[in-house]
């Protein structure tokens, strides 16, 4: 089974300043989904950004984006110009493309404060 | 344009109570999932649905049960609830396997 790992349990930023969220996943498969979840302290979960394995060009949205090493297993999230907005828990997932299900596997979480 | 909507938002149960979580999707989708949510752990997979009448089990099933009677509708049943069971729970749903979730708001349960 893959599992997911977000070594980081929190991450303080500054307000317009850049953080990097780290999440690696086991696999062997070659063809996958990779996705980012926000959840704020609203709890409601918000899709982020999402990638597919077999595309080599790194996800963006807007002060989102993502750096892909497919090679090393590793899936970062990169908040550019951080806003108060974006204190939230930040979920890594993986989801097989091979499922036909379609289930999700998830990482801890990496809560991410912001400081004005 | 709800989404998916879930019943109750809140709820206080005694051990050895039962209940049920309700999930309403309006989308149209054929896939619906339910995770719970505990610190430090994510969100795991306790059961899932392909469509009408479809169940399956996923990580965590035990001391739950499920239905889906309807294709919008995903129920999640506590028979004999336990502390251990306290939780958040989502409800999710997806129109394909390749696709991501729309998730519902989530239901904080505190067995006591």
């Known amino acids: 089974a893959q599992t997911v790992t977000q070594s980081q349990p929190e991450m303080s930023v500054q307000e317009a300043e850049t953080v990097t969220l780290s999440c690696t996943y086991d696999?062997?498969?070659?063809?996958?989904?990779l996705f980012w979840y926000k959840q704020p302290p609203s709890r409601q979960m918000i899709l982020v950004i999402r990638?597919?394995?077999?595309?080599?060009q790194n996800a963006t949205e807007n002060r989102f984006s993502v750096n892909f090493q497919k090679a090393a297993k590793s899936f970062s999230l990169k908040i550019s110009d951080s806003q108060l907005g974006d204190a939230a828990m930040y979920f890594c997932a993986y989801r097989s493309s091979t499922d036909s299900w379609g289930k999700f596997q998830f990482g801890a979480g990496t809560q991410v404060v912001v400081t004005p | 344009n709800a989404g998916v909507t879930q019943t109750p938002k809140f709820r206080v149960l005694k051990t050895g109570q039962s209940m049920t979580l309700l999930c309403a999707q309006d989308?149209?989708?054929?896939?619906m999932y339910w995770y719970r949510q505990d610190p430090g752990m994510g969100l795991r997979l306790i059961h899932y649905?392909?469509?009408?009448?479809?169940?399956a089990k996923g990580e965590v099933p035990d001391g739950y049960n499920v239905s889906r009677l309807k294709k919008q509708n995903f129920l999640l049943g506590l028979e004999s609830a336990a502390p251990s069971q306290t939780s958040v729970y989502f409800c999710?749903?997806?129109?394909?396997?390749?696709?991501?979730?729309?998730f519902g708001s989530g239901t904080r349960l505190t067995v006591v």
């Open positions: 649905s392909v469509g009408e009448g479809t169940t």
């Open positions: 989308m149209n989708h054929e896939y």
């Open positions: 696999t062997s498969e070659s063809d996958y989904y």
């Open positions: 999710a749903s997806s129109t394909g396997a390749n696709y991501g979730y729309t």
């Open positions: 990638q597919e394995a077999y595309k080599q």
